[in-house]
């Protein structure tokens, strides 16, 4: 079983930063792809940014120039770096990975999501 904490939400300005951190662990044996998605009130769920294994990044087109995604593999966390926030970013954020577990099975895994609320 693998599990995802994500942490580092919260109340901000327009124009601040807030960076969110999302730490794996459990029965793992390696992550792929990591990344991050939001949803806000009466929307789905869409793309943030994510991450490959080796570092490869892609941002979703309202995020681009503000929004940073990196990861520490060695600990199994994903970040986001969210600066020059507006009050559109306002959602649940929520971190996902292609985990392979020691069983050498495959699956997405996500975190309980982590309230980012921006305010005008």
């Known amino acids: 079983q693998v599990q995802l904490v994500e942490s580092g939400g919260g109340l901000v300005q327009t124009g601040g930063s807030l960076r969110l951190s999302c730490a794996a662990s459990g029965s793992i044996f390696s992550i792929n792809a990591m990344g991050w998605y939001r949803q806000a009130p009466g929307k789905q769920r869409d793309v943030v940014a994510t991450?490959?294994?080796?570092?490869?990044?892609n941002y979703a087109d309202s995020v681009k120039g503000r929004f940073t995604i990196s990861r520490d593999n060695a600990k199994n966390t994903v970040y986001l770096q969210m600066n020059s926030l507006k009050f559109e970013d306002t959602a649940v954020y929520y971190c996902?990975?292609?985990?392979?577990?020691?069983?050498?099975?495959?699956?997405?895994?996500w975190g309980q999501g982590t309230q980012v609320t921006v305010s005008s």
């Open positions: 991450i490959t294994s080796g570092g490869m990044t």
């Open positions: 996902n990975s292609v985990v392979v577990n020691t069983g050498r099975a495959q699956f997405v895994s």
